[in-house]
């Protein structure tokens, strides 16, 4: 197969940290309260610039409350995990690596009892309209690690008892979300429009803040965690008061996001980005001889963190130890050609391919990556004849 002669323009297609908006330099971020204590005026003035303009763009409810939190998306999961749940039965929905990550630790660090898990294999949702989710639930809106996300929240009953906590860090800014459903959603800078890592956002509901208001777990819960002060949620958190010291770098990077994604439309530009990105590849995949997409339902595959699986015929009985040789064969040929990098699988899902397509990724250089994937795939199983004869 001869060699592709165009390139993408920019390679990075990393799930997280995910590439930057097209035309970001570093040289457009304000700089004035570099250096300055995030207490101070100018400061806070920012933070509550990124709270209104985030509610804005993802058109939360004028009654919800959101936060800057440390820690990234996991850092904020788990502040809602340490300060909501016990008092009632929980379900925690898992089909990707992070939604073991959050049963885990409900499992193992708080020691809850009265819990349910409802785990699925990779490319499959759980029984959604099956469940009786009459308590508290906990889920991945859309499983990174494994391309797979809900289609909607229908199946979620409002008038429920319970809250529901949702990890929607590669959901927001890409998916329509239905924040009526939800109690509890976090997600961080690092994913749909590709701010740097390490600061989480936490929103939560007039539902939740009577839970955390009227019930006090029987764990201690670290400093980083803490949500109270004097026994009731501390509100100055969501008005730019962080918990810990935030960087004010990243705070104008995030900021410059946010800029962006209102410049060209808001929220139905950034979600129909995302989708086109989709429809080219599943274009592409229709016609493909030897990958398809690890979610088994079209109507549950993900349009940001898009994961194939290995399908070609021809290796179909190979050994996993020759398949993720196979894979990790591809990613070296992309990268050494500087046409993507960072697209293997999740470590512990099927060997394939995991593109990001979320809004800040070009169309165009998600046409220009495909037949370059082919090459390089080809070239591979070549390599691999070789070695067998």
């Known amino acids: 197969m001869t060699k592709p002669l165009v390139k993408p323009i920019r390679p990075e297609f990393s799930s997280g940290p995910c590439a930057k908006r097209p035309g970001w330099t570093v040289n ?89 898990i409802h785990k699925t294999d990779y490319g499959r949702l759980p029984d959604l309209f099956g469940g009786d989710f009459n308590g508290d639930i906990v889920f991945n809106w859309n499983g990174t690690t494994a391309g797979v996300c809900v289609p909607n929240a229908d199946w979620i ?9 949702c990890d929607a860090t590669s959901a927001a800014f890409a998916m329509k979300i239905d924040w009526l459903k939800l109690d509890v959603t976090t997600f961080s800078w690092q994913k749909c429009l590709g701010g740097e890592a390490g600061h989480g956002i936490l929103v939560l509901s007039p539902k939740a803040v009577q839970r955390i208001n009227s019930y006090k777990p029987h764990w201690p819960i670290p400093k980083l965690f803490q949500l109270k002060r004097n026994e009731e949620l501390n509100y100055d958190i969501f008005k730019g008061s962080t918990i810990n010291t935030p960087s004010l770098l990243c705070v104008e990077d995030f900021l410059d996001a946010l800029d962006w994604s209102y410049k060209i439309g808001g929220l139905s530009e950034l979600i129909l980005r995302s989708k086109k990105n989709l429809d080219i590849i599943k274009k592409w995949v229709a016609k493909s001889s030897w990958t398809d997409f690890l979610s088994e339902h079209e109507l549950n595959i993900s349009n940001t963190s898009i994961c194939l699986k290995l399908t070609d015929p021809r290796i179909i009985n190979f050994p996993l130890e020759i ?13 050494k050609e500087n046409v993507a990098y960072d697209i293997g699988s999740y470590r512990s899902a099927p060997p394939g391919l995991r593109i990001w397509g979320g809004p800040t990724i070009e169309n165009d250089d998600i046409k220009k990556l495909l037949p370059w994937l082919d090459w390089a795939y080809n070239e591979t199983i070549e390599q691999f004849k070789h070695r067998s004869n």
């Open 157 to 165: 009953n409002s008038s429920r008892d319970g809250i529901t906590i």
């Open 28 to 116: 457009n971020l304000e700089k004035s309260t570099l250096g300055r204590s995030h207490r101070h005026k100018a400061s806070t003035q920012k933070l509550e610039k990124l709270i209104q303009l985030t509610k804005s763009i993802l058109e939360i409810p004028d009654n919800y409350l959101l936060g800057i939190v440390p820690g990234s998306d996991t850092g904020a999961l788990e502040i809602a995990l340490w300060n909501l749940l016990g008092p009632k039965h929980t379900d925690i929905l898992v089909w990707d690596s992070f939604g073991s990550d959050w049963a885990n630790d409900v499992i193992n660090q708080l020691k809850l009892d009265d819990i349910k």
């Open 323 to 335: 398949k993720n040789d196979i894979e990790k064969n591809v990613i070296k040929l992309l990268e």
